[in-house]
């Protein structure tokens, strides 16, 4: 159990930043999530927190106690990578035993602390294998038993799960969260899945390009992404944009003409702006064509999902996606209204790609989702 | 050879031939024969022809006396004599004790900058190009240069000697002579190991090392936990290697001849150098081929041993 705390860290690779000052804090017994596209830098941050990388400035402290100069061994953390990184020339027990090895613990008490890992991680039956002789899952295990015996005060995992089946990486997740459940150590996740990152966090940083983008639970971060990026970044099939002009009135947004009401007031000043509308595929509705508010549409493809179904439509040769439970059939070709409820609709500054709603409407969509 | 051509490897009829089973065939005999000429030349003048040589050598005699020119076929005589001679076993020991030290020295000076350079301290980059260098130049060379560096009077050495005379001569001494020799040795083959072990060390996932680094082990520990047994291999490959060249290669015979020419008192008088000593400066042509048989034998057993029980013992990812 620790807390640990990023003041304003950069990293650079020569001349190139990688990172542009980044400031979180992880509440002790936490488990955070950093989510990310490829090359965000979450691998460099998180390998920061670890002391495998330098720090070119700011500063990580864990516990109150500032780590920027500690060697890996002397920060109490362990980390899971995302190869597992295990000893190929040691069985499994003396993978799982080796830092208590290190740090000199008695044989006996050794022997009883792999055999009491092994048991959290089932992996009693399988202790004198080598590495190459487990299935990937198994060698999974052996990474996390590897990281709990040492009781750490913090646990960093980088991408523990990407090399797993989904099958697996479904049954993994869940034991990864029950393990944090048990030994409730300070957990940093570093992925690029986001099925995994809502599922796991208790709270959730998305990152991109060397910056954060936005921290906050899962729900926070579904229904009110701070920007376009983390709106289009959350969710599956991805956020459907579209360019528009905010009405006279600041209240509503005109497409093609078409009056769209949003629940955000965005005051006359903005009339007249261009701004980004968002919306998602599962929050839009498709009735009739020519009901009123509605947004003439033709239907362009329809992916099956069993579950569901996914509906292309088009809007001024704009594709357009909308999911829906199962029910009606929508033909390819025919014209359909789209509809899109207000208290769904996200609006990003085109410019700076920032949310522009205000904080008052935050608590009440906050409110209604909660309710819904 | 002449007729049709068997060259043709895509016949117009036919279609492609099957390339699994092409073969080029020559049309004439001199063509080959001239290719390999040079080959087959070097093999015969530097291997075969000495090699029978040896063999007749060792198990006959010259008649002390000259005289008809042929040679008296003794059978195992030679290497009775070989066998009796103190001085014979003396140069063995010396042998032995100079292959595994000079292995011992240049292997672990190696090892220990070739992690040096994994870390990528600062500078590693430019230490990494110039360690290699000692292998590219001759061992002649490298003795002579020694020689300069270790001439107790007038060398770089020379200044411990005014600290108390005479703490370095091996012009006098056979213990100093004999480090000298394994400096030498060790010095030149550094390079050689350094890059096997370079390459070997680059071949270890980062992520072992650095899982090893937050397991709480430091650079010594993992030294010995993670990269020797991963490399053993590589270990074992140099191990034959250098043992093998320090026993009877080129190099050792080089170093000897011109730093102590096996001196003093036949201090360093390894095998290599006995053996050729003995062949062209005593003319005694029977006992340096009975000799150099023996060490041929030596080799086999040497290497034998090592790959039966210490190979077993490697670990092969
Ligand atoms: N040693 C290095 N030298 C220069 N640039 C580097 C180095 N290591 C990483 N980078 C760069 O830093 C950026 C962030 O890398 P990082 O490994 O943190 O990405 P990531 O978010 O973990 O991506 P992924 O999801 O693919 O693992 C990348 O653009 C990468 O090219
Ligand atoms: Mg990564």
Redo the contacts between chains.
């Keep these: 159990m620790a807390e640990i705390n990023i003041r304003d860290v950069r990293k650079s690779y020569g001349r190139t930043q990688i990172l542009h000052g980044v400031d979180l804090d992880f509440k002790s017994g936490e488990f955070v999530v950093i989510l990310g596209p490829s090359g965000c830098g979450k691998s460099t941050l998180l390998r920061m927190i670890a002391g495998l990388e330098e720090i070119s400035a700011g500063e990580i402290s864990i516990d109150g106690r500032v780590v920027n100069d500690l060697e890996p061994r002397d920060r109490g953390c362990s980390m899971v990578f995302q190869n597992y990184a295990l000893y190929p020339h040691m069985n499994v027990a003396a993978n799982i035993g080796y830092a208590l090895k290190v740090a000199g613990v008695p044989r006996a008490e050794r022997q009883r602390r792999i055999a009491e890992t092994a048991r959290i991680v089932g992996l009693e039956d399988f202790l004198d294998r080598k590495p190459a002789q487990l299935s990937g899952g198994q060698r999974q295990r052996v990474a996390m038993g590897r990281a709990i015996i040492r009781e750490p005060k913090v646990f960093l995992f980088d991408e523990p799960l990407s090399n797993l089946d989904a099958k697996l990486r479904v049954q993994m997740r869940v034991e990864i969260r029950r393990l944090h459940k048990r030994l409730s150590a300070t957990s940093v996740f570093v992925t690029h899945d986001q099925v995994e990152a809502m599922t796991l966090a208790d709270r959730l940083i998305v990152m991109n390009k060397g910056h954060v983008e936005q921290v906050g639970t899962p729900l926070e971060i579904y229904h009110r992404p701070r920007t376009r990026f983390v709106g289009s970044f959350i969710g599956s099939p991805a956020m459907n944009f579209f360019e528009s002009t905010v009405a006279a009135d600041g209240n509503f947004v005109l497409l093609d003409g078409i009056r769209v009401a949003i629940d955000a007031a965005l005051g006359s000043a903005n009339a007249g702006n261009a701004v980004a509308i968002g919306i998602r595929p599962e929050h839009c509705r498709l009735i009739t064509a020519g009901t009123a508010n509605s947004i003439p549409a033709v239907v362009d493809f329809v992916e099956e999902l069993g579950a569901g179904r996914i509906v292309h439509v088009e809007i001024d040769g704009q594709d357009f996606a909308v999911a829906m439970d199962e029910g009606q059939l929508w033909e390819a070709g025919s014209t359909v209204g789209l509809q899109l409820p207000a208290q769904h609709i996200h609006l990003f500054s085109l410019e700076t790609g920032l949310r522009l709603d205000d904080v008052p409407s935050l608590k009440r969509t906050m409110k209604t989702t909660v309710a819904a | 050879m002449s007729g049709p051509s068997y060259f043709l490897v895509y016949d117009r009829n036919a279609g492609p031939v099957d390339l699994m089973n092409k073969r080029a065939v020559f049309k004439s005999w001199w063509l080959p024969m001239a290719f390999a000429l040079p080959q087959l030349l070097l093999i015969f003048f530097f291997f075969y022809w000495p090699a029978t040589s040896v063999l007749t050598w060792a198990f006959s005699l010259e008649p002390a006396f000259g005289g008809v020119g042929e040679r008296l076929f003794v059978g195992w005589d030679n290497f009775r004599d070989v066998f009796a001679d103190t001085e014979y076993w003396r140069s063995v020991s010396l042998s032995l004790f100079f292959a595994f030290s000079a292995t011992a020295l240049s292997m672990f000076i190696a090892f220990v900058l070739a992690i040096c350079v994994d870390r990528q301290l600062k500078g590693s980059g430019l230490f990494r190009f110039f360690y290699i260098w000692p292998y590219a130049i001759a061992a002649p060379a490298v003795g002579l240069a020694f020689r300069f560096i270790f001439a107790p009077e007038s060398g770089l050495i020379a200044v411990v000697n005014t600290w108390s005379p005479d703490l370095w001569n091996p012009a006098k001494f056979g213990s100093h002579a004999m480090i000298l020799v394994i400096v030498c040795f060790a010095w030149k083959w550094i390079g050689y190991n350094f890059i096997f072990m370079t390459a070997g060390l680059q071949s270890i996932?980062r992520?072992?090392i650095?899982?090893?680094?937050?397991?709480?082990?430091?650079p010594v520990?993992r030294a010995f936990?993670?990269q020797i047994?991963?490399l053993a291999p590589t270990l074992f490959f140099l191990l034959v290697l250098n043992l093998t060249e320090s026993f009877v290669g080129p190099d050792t015979y080089g170093i000897v001849d011109l730093t102590t020419e096996g001196g003093p008192n036949k201090s360093t008088d390894v095998m290599v150098y006995r053996i050729v000593s003995e062949a062209f400066r005593g003319l005694n042509y029977s006992g340096a081929a009975a000799q150099s048989l023996v060490l041929i034998a030596l080799i086999m057993l040497f290497t034998f041993i090592q790959f039966r029980y210490v190979e077993r013992r490697v670990?092969y990812?």
């Design positions: 996932p992520s072992l650095e899982a090893s680094a937050m397991d709480g082990s430091g520990r936990d993670l047994p991963l670990h990812k």
